[in-house]
């Protein structure tokens, strides 16, 4: 098994771009979510889907999108990127929400300028 | 909000001595408590998982305890090593248990 995967692991934007950051497991997880971590901040939740075609807002969901149209993949969508989203953003899931341990991916550091 | 602490945000060992990491919370109504590790450029990878109705939780060398009572948690790592250097964070479900509160992590570091 591969775990969580996400693509890509570096990215550059110019302000106002727009890109899709892309994970994907291979668990038959039903739990997927994104954080970012930035100094000083520690992680934070960005957005979370308990399911297939369910998802829900976390601690920071200004200025991202997410759907779930299967199991297996939950990107998030960065519509038009600000500085203020220079991150490195982690993708995660589990069998059951917080009732498992979380499984993470190895990160996507994005750099807006 | 459920918030996490975790006290001091960096320490230095020699290598064989025993870790001490503790990790506050404010809501003692959590179901468990998670403690990951994360390498430098790397994700986080979960080390153990305690259950509310649980005191420890052991994995080799790592301890972890949980006082729910008194919104605390220690993780012990005995006999450290230089590979054990790394950051170490805590984490608590809240809003229903779809969410996690981290803490901002511990970062060690182990001198040979």
């Known amino acids: 098994n591969a775990g969580v995967t996400q693509t890509p692991k570096f990215q550059v934007l110019k302000t106002g771009q727009s890109m899709t950051l892309q994970c994907a497991q291979d668990?038959?997880?039903?739990?997927m979510s994104w954080y970012r971590q930035d100094p000083g901040m520690g992680l934070r939740l960005i957005h979370y889907?308990?399911?297939?075609?369910?998802?829900d807002q976390g601690e920071v969901p200004n200025g991202y999108n997410v759907s779930r149209s299967t199991t297996e993949d939950f990107p998030l969508r960065l519509l038009s990127a600000a500085p203020s989203q220079t991150s490195v953003y982690f993708c995660?899931?589990?069998?059951?929400?917080?009732?498992?341990?979380?499984?993470f991916g190895s990160g996507t550091q994005l750099s807006v300028l | 909000k459920q918030e996490v602490t975790q006290i001091p945000a960096a320490l230095s060992v020699p290598e064989g001595e025993n870790l001490v990491l503790n990790c506050s919370f404010t809501?003692?109504?959590?179901?468990?408590l998670q403690w990951f590790r994360q390498d430098p450029g790397k994700g986080l990878t979960s080390l153990l998982l305690?259950?509310?109705?649980?005191r420890e939780q052991t994995s080799g060398r790592l301890n972890a305890s949980l006082d729910k009572s008194s919104g605390r948690s220690t993780l012990y790592i005995a006999a450290s090593q230089p590979g054990d250097s790394a950051t170490y964070l805590c984490?608590?479900?809240?809003?229903?248990?779809?969410?996690?509160?981290f803490g901002k992590g511990n970062q060690v570091v182990v001198i040979p």
């Open positions: 995660a899931s589990t069998a059951a929400g917080s009732r498992e341990k979380l499984f």
């Open positions: 889907s308990v399911g297939a075609g369910i998802t």
């Open positions: 809501d003692s109504a959590i179901y468990n």
């Open positions: 305690i259950q509310s109705s649980q």
């Open positions: 668990m038959n997880h039903e739990y």
């Open positions: 984490a608590v479900p809240y809003y229903g248990n779809n969410r996690l509160a």
